[in-house]
């Protein structure tokens, strides 16, 4: 059971604009900001966004993250075929004074 | 280039314990921590706990305050991890992740992951 909630899957056709959905509570999101990172299949997490809404160098501004209260989001614009993969979001936790993460969210590019 | 090469798959017992190594190149080791997070398969991401660079600081999650140990060896910009008392339910992919400058807990680099498989 993850402290960050997300949907397990999501979807869209090349071109699209998808969004993923992360929830959490006051001790996290509600106090912290959010990070995301992008699993490819088979491999380690990459990290895809950080500080809600900044990306590191390298990542396309296709991507974009945003947070409101205790919800955050991760945005794909122009969906690509390899932008198929594991999407995480992850968090400070005041009250377990660490690192909490969603438990991902599968995209399929259909 | 940064790179994190982590050390090859193991096969352990129950009860048995595991070190998962974490050679780092490519940045000053000690201006950098190191965390550890796993995944068990199938399953989403596990931070364990977090080790400076610099001065061998730790922060444990909760969860596995009683069973790992972190360590780092400067010499060899290394960082260490063992697992203690192995369950089934500790078969995951172990990976070791650098500690970001704009955050400790902000992983901006990380190892090829460790399998460690528990199995009688």
């Known amino acids: 059971q993850s402290v960050l909630t997300q949907p397990p899957s999501a979807s869209g056709t090349p071109g699209q604009r998808v969004t993923i959905s992360c929830s959490g509570s006051?001790?996290?999101?509600?106090?912290?900001?959010v990070n995301w990172y992008q699993q490819l299949s088979g491999t380690a997490p990459k990290l895809l966004m950080f500080s809600n809404n900044q990306r590191p160098s390298g990542v396309p501004d296709r991507f974009s993250g945003s947070k409101s209260r205790t919800s955050a989001s991760l945005a794909i614009s122009g969906l690509q075929s390899d932008d198929e993969a594991d999407y995480y979001c992850a968090a400070w936790d005041d009250s377990l004074n660490g690192p909490v993460f969603g438990g991902g969210t599968k995209l399929t590019v259909l | 280039q940064v790179q994190l090469v982590q050390s090859g798959a193991e096969v352990k017992k129950p009860g048995a314990s595991v070190t998962v190594s974490c050679k780092a190149s490519?940045?000053?080791?000690?201006?950098?921590?190191i965390s550890w997070v796993r995944q068990a398969p199938g399953q989403g991401l596990e931070w364990m706990g977090w080790?400076?660079?610099?001065?061998?600081?730790?922060k444990y999650a909760q969860k596995f305050q009683a069973r790992v140990i972190l360590t780092t060896d400067t010499s060899t910009s290394t960082a260490y991890m063992e697992l203690r008392g192995l369950r089934s339910d500790d078969t995951a992919v172990y990976y070791c992740?650098?500690?970001?400058?704009?955050?400790?807990?902000?992983?901006?680099?990380w190892g090829q992951g460790t399998l460690v498989n528990v199995s009688s």
């Open positions: 080790i400076s660079g610099y001065d061998g600081k730790i």
């Open positions: 490519g940045y000053p080791f000690s201006s950098y921590g």
């Open positions: 992740a650098r500690g970001s400058s704009r955050g400790w807990f902000l992983f901006d680099f």
């Open positions: 006051n001790s996290n999101i509600g106090s912290n900001s």
